[in-house]
């Protein structure tokens, strides 16, 4: 399974951007990742296959969405009030296997990267 992740770009504070990540098979439990310069690569918001439990870092709850699209393969992360200290490359990554019951929030736990979006929030 290939990820194929699109939508990042340059905004100002407080702008929106929505990020999508097409997978080229199915693909169970998905998540965003990101990685600011010089930072460790940290996750954004999981989800699972039936998209009915996610989860948030705490410092993108309630500003960031992630959802899915099961028929398209696709999941999104809807990035409102967007902040400087969010600027990143964000990441797609998925679980290929079966079931996809729990959301995952550990790097190893994913077992297929897309490429990286960037993402550049300017004050």
């Known amino acids: 399974v290939q990820l194929q992740a699109s939508g990042g770009g340059l905004v100002q504070a407080g702008g929106s951007l929505r990020l999508s990540c097409a997978a080229s098979?199915?693909?169970?439990?998905m998540g965003w990742f990101r990685q600011g310069p010089g930072k460790e690569r940290e996750l954004v918001a999981s989800?699972?296959?039936?998209?009915?439990?996610?989860y948030y870092a705490d410092s993108v709850k309630g500003r960031f969405t992630i959802s899915r699209d099961n028929a398209k393969n696709t999941v999104y992360l809807q990035m409102n009030s967007l902040k400087p200290e969010d600027t990143a490359v964000y990441y797609c990554?998925?679980?290929?296997?079966?079931?996809?019951?729990?959301?995952?929030?550990?790097?190893?736990?994913?077992?297929?990267w897309g490429q990286g979006t960037q993402v550049t929030v300017s004050s």
């Open positions: 990554a998925a679980d290929v296997d079966p079931p996809g019951t729990y959301y995952y929030t550990r790097l190893h736990e994913y077992d297929h």
């Open positions: 989800i699972t296959w039936s998209g009915g439990s996610t």
């Open positions: 098979g199915r693909a169970y439990v």
